[in-house]
């Protein structure tokens, strides 16, 4: 799976109430265009460039599947719902807020808009001052040097010093009081592309199912009752398994770790599909694994409704699921809701996401970040 682009912004201020001014646009940058990671200190610079109040600076990491193109209109138009008035004059000028993309990935890119790297990072200490703060992994495709090198290197030796803290966004979930974090979801909810999206934006250790190299997975869809039991069984073990492996390459007392999946999910989808008397036997396996099996200090569970689910399963394009049909598909929602509400003692969050679109609407993912959020509150009392 594509991993998130990492784009490096500065930002600065020197009108009105500066600090109020690089809150907010952190805020609405994170709300509305894409995450913010990771944000440097505040620091405190004389203007460049011109006569003029003294800038606040700081710069941020973002997280986005967008392109650098559209993350420039966004973050045009941010500036102009912050109040940056541009009026066509030559030079520079003082303004509410100011926001440049310093970097895109380690990518090269010229076009008449966009010139990434930023042509002048280099010569702005109060660029490059930031920057390190982040401990990003950037390194300049050009000068072939990272942040630290070109601080070292650069000719500007005006003041640049840090006035204030500053917090991330991500700072006020506490997801690292967790070590341990399973998604579920019916197929087609969107499981694997969250637990990827979170893990890349909290730097957490990730565990992810292995379903493509089932063997009897196409042939299931093509006839359940003879290849279930197979089926089930095979999932199963693989399950454990993978489980097992996995898990024990992290400590979970220390590392986080986000999974797509929870091995009673083998339980839920036997449960639909097998017979009565294999369940039965089924089920007796699966009681004497499960008990060995580290629990989730989180179990989220993303419902989807059965029309949103078949657009997924048909928009990702896999052959062997595009017979699943509608009943199926709510046999398995309902078996995992009721089983769910028999295990009291697992901590659960449920998440309607039948009307969101978390991978392409940043404003949808941070719901999901809050209802973590407030879930961790409850959880702390």
């Known amino acids: 799976m ?71 209109t966004e973050i045009l138009q941010l500036e102009n719902k912050l109040g940056r008035i541009r009026n066509g004059e030559e030079g520079y000028q003082a303004r509410t807020i100011d926001i440049d993309i310093i970097a895109f990935n380690n990518e090269i890119i010229d076009t008449e808009s966009l010139q990434i790297p930023h042509s002048q990072m280099q010569n702005r200490l109060f660029v490059l001052q930031p920057m390190n703060d982040l401990k990003s992994d950037f390194f300049h495709p050009i000068l072939n040097k990272n942040v630290k090198e070109l601080l070292l290197a650069t000719s500007d030796k005006s003041e640049c010093k840090s006035i204030s803290e500053l917090e991330s966004p991500l700072q006020k979930i506490n997801l690292n009081q967790f070590n341990y974090i399973a998604i579920e979801g019916n197929i087609g909810a969107g499981k694997t592309t969250l637990t990827t999206r979170i893990a890349e934006d909290f730097n957490a250790k990730t565990v992810l199912e292995r379903f493509a190299d089932n063997p009897f997975l196409p042939k299931f869809y093509k006839d359940q009752s003879r290849y279930a039991f197979s089926l089930e069984m095979s999932f199963l073990a693989d399950r454990y398994q993978q489980l097992s492996d996995d898990l024990a390459q992290f400590d979970l007392f220390k590392d986080f770790i986000v999974a797509d999946y929870h091995i009673f999910k083998s339980l839920i989808f036997s449960k639909v599909t097998l017979t009565e008397d294999e369940y039965r036997l089924y089920r007796k396996l699966f009681d004497i694994i499960y008990k060995e099996m580290p629990k989730p200090d989180l179990y989220i569970y993303l419902y989807q409704n059965t029309e949103r689910l078949l657009q997924n399963i048909k928009r990702r394009g896999r052959s062997y699921e595009q017979e699943i049909q509608p009943d199926y598909l709510e046999r398995i929602n309902s078996g995992y809701l009721d089983y769910i509400k028999s295990q009291t003692d697992l901590n659960v969050l449920i998440i309607d996401v039948s009307d969101m679109d978390f991978v392409n609407n940043q404003k949808d993912y941070i719901f999901i970040l809050d209802e973590i959020k407030a879930k961790i509150k409850n959880t702390s009392k």
């Not at 460039?49 to 986005?64: I, K, P, Q, R, T």
């Open 2 to 72: 594509k991993r998130q682009n990492q784009i490096i912004l500065s930002l600065g201020s020197n009108q009105g109430d500066r600090f109020e001014n690089i809150k907010s646009c952190i805020d609405l940058m994170h709300n509305s265009i894409g995450t913010v990671v990771r944000v440097s200190k505040l620091y405190q610079s004389p203007s460049w460039g011109f006569e003029s109040d003294d800038f606040y600076n700081c710069a941020v990491l973002l997280h986005s599947d967008k392109s650098a193109e559209i993350i420039l």
